[in-house]
């Protein structure tokens, strides 16, 4: 069974960095996509970034330029890495994946992953 653990989540003031790792175990030998989502409280969980196997991206158009997906295979980790912070990114973020592959337009969908982290918080301060 996969499962998913984020961490690196925490408290920054408005234009600053974080960095958020999801790491990944139970795997079994196959092509994964994964994807970073965000709730904020009383909001729909949304997509924020995604990756696919071929290294295809995608991006929520409020974080283009900002953020920053990647991933290290040989760690079974993935990335989300968080510049110019502003307190409308204030949200939980959680790490989501799925075996196959799928098309590039379909990543950002919540609906296209099976797995998920229990998240971890990010809170910006203006």
């Known amino acids: 069974q996969v499962q998913l653990v984020e961490s690196g989540g925490g408290s920054v003031q408005a234009g600053g960095s974080l960095r958020l790792s999801c790491a990944a175990s139970?795997?079994?030998?196959?092509?994964?996509?994964g994807a970073w989502f965000r709730q904020a409280p009383g909001k729909e969980r949304e997509g924020v970034a995604c990756?696919?196997?071929?290294?295809?991206?995608d991006y929520a158009d409020s974080v283009k330029g900002r953020f920053t997906i990647s991933r290290d295979n040989a760690d079974h980790t993935l990335y989300l890495q968080m510049n110019n912070l502003t307190p409308g990114d204030t949200a939980m973020y959680y790490c989501?994946?799925?075996?196959?592959?799928?098309?590039?337009?379909?990543?950002?969908?919540?609906?296209?992953?099976?797995?998920w982290g229990q998240g971890t918080q990010v809170t910006v301060s203006s």
């Open positions: 990756i696919d196997m071929d290294d295809n991206t």
């Open positions: 139970g795997y079994s030998p196959g092509t994964y996509y």
């Open positions: 989501a994946a799925n075996r196959g592959r799928i098309a590039k337009s379909l990543l950002l969908l919540r609906s296209t992953y099976y797995y």
